[in-house]
C-alpha cells in the first residue's frame, strides 16, 4: 500500500530558530501534499495545501511568512517553521493525495515539534 | 462553510457493549472517511465511503453514510479493550471543487474492562 515517510519524528528546538519537516511519499507520486496542525487533545486542522511545482495554499490565518512550504518533487514536501516560538510546539502531519490507484489520502507518522 | 461534528466527543463504556458515534456534516459530499489515532501516533485509515447508503464493517466496527442526511456512523460491536482510541470523521470535498478533507472534532473512546 501507499507510504508517506514523515521526519524527523520529534524535535526540540530554540525559541527563534526554524525547524524543517519532510514528508515523502514512497511508492507512489504524490500531486497534492497536505500539511495539518493538532494540538493536545484536539482535531487536526489544515493548515496548507500543496501542488508539486506551484506555490502552497493556506488556509485563513496561518501565516505563510512563518510556515515555509515547498514541494520541489512529485515525492517530496517540506514545512519549515521560521523563528519558531513556544506556541509553535505542536504535532504536525502531513498527507499525500496521488492519483490513479492511489485514490485516496495516506498520513505520515507526525512530527512532535517542542519550542523551549 | 464546512462544519463537520461529531457526538459524543468523549465516551467511556464497558467492554462488551455497542456503542454508536455519530458525525454530522454541514455541506454536499459522497465522500466520508474514518480514521483512529491512538495517543501520540498519526492516523490509521478505518473506513472509506465513497457513496450514499455505503456501508463498509472490519472486525467490530462498521461504518454507513446517508449523503442525504449528511450523517456519517461508526458503530462499535462487543467493545473491547484495544478499541481504545481517538476516532475522526473527515469529508472529502472532492469533485465539489475542493480537494481537502475536513476533520471532525474527534470522540474520544475508552473502554473499561
Known amino acids: 500500500g501507499a507510504v508517506v515517510s514523515q521526519h524527523p519524528s520529534r524535535v526540540i528546538c530554540k525559541s527563534g530558530t526554524s525547524v524543517k519537516i519532510e514528508c515523502r511519499s514512497l511508492d507512489f507520486q504524490a500531486t497534492t501534499m497536505f500539511w495539518y496542525r493538532q494540538f493536545p487533545k484536539q482535531s487536526l486542522m489544515l493548515m496548507a495545501t500543496?501542488?508539486?511545482?506551484?506555490?502552497?495554499?493556506?488556509e485563513q490565518g496561518v501565516e505563510k511568512d512563518k510556515f515555509l512550504i515547498n514541494h520541489a518533487s512529485l515525492t517530496l514536501s517540506t514545512l519549515t517553521v521560521t523563528s519558531a516560538h513556544p506556541e509553535d510546539s505542536s504535532f504536525y502531519i502531513c498527507s499525500a493525495q496521488g492519483q490513479g490507484e492511489v485514490y485516496g489520502y495516506t498520513f505520515g507518522s507526525g512530527t512532535r515539534l517542542t519550542v523551549v | 462553510e464546512l462544519k463537520v461534528e461529531q457526538n459524543p466527543l468523549f465516551l467511556s463504556m464497558q467492554e462488551g457493549k455497542n456503542y454508536t458515534i455519530y458525525c454530522n456534516y454541514s455541506t454536499t459530499s459522497d465522500r466520508l472517511y474514518w480514521y483512529r489515532q491512538d495517543p501520540g501516533k498519526s492516523l490509521e485509515s478505518l473506513f472509506v465511503?465513497?457513496?450514499?447508503?455505503a456501508v463498509k464493517q472490519e472486525g467490530r466496527l462498521m461504518a454507513s453514510l446517508d449523503t442525504k442526511a449528511r450523517l456519517s456512523t461508526l458503530h462499535i460491536t462487543a467493545a473491547v479493550h484495544d478499541l481504545s482510541a481517538t476516532y475522526f470523521c473527515?469529508?472529502?470535498?472532492?469533485?465539489?471543487?475542493?480537494?481537502?478533507?475536513?476533520f471532525g472534532t474527534g470522540t474520544r473512546l475508552t473502554i473499561i474492562p
Open positions: 465511503l465513497l457513496s450514499n447508503g
Open positions: 473527515a469529508v472529502d470535498m472532492r469533485g465539489f471543487g475542493n480537494e481537502k478533507l475536513t
Open positions: 500543496s501542488n508539486e511545482g506551484s506555490k502552497a495554499t493556506y
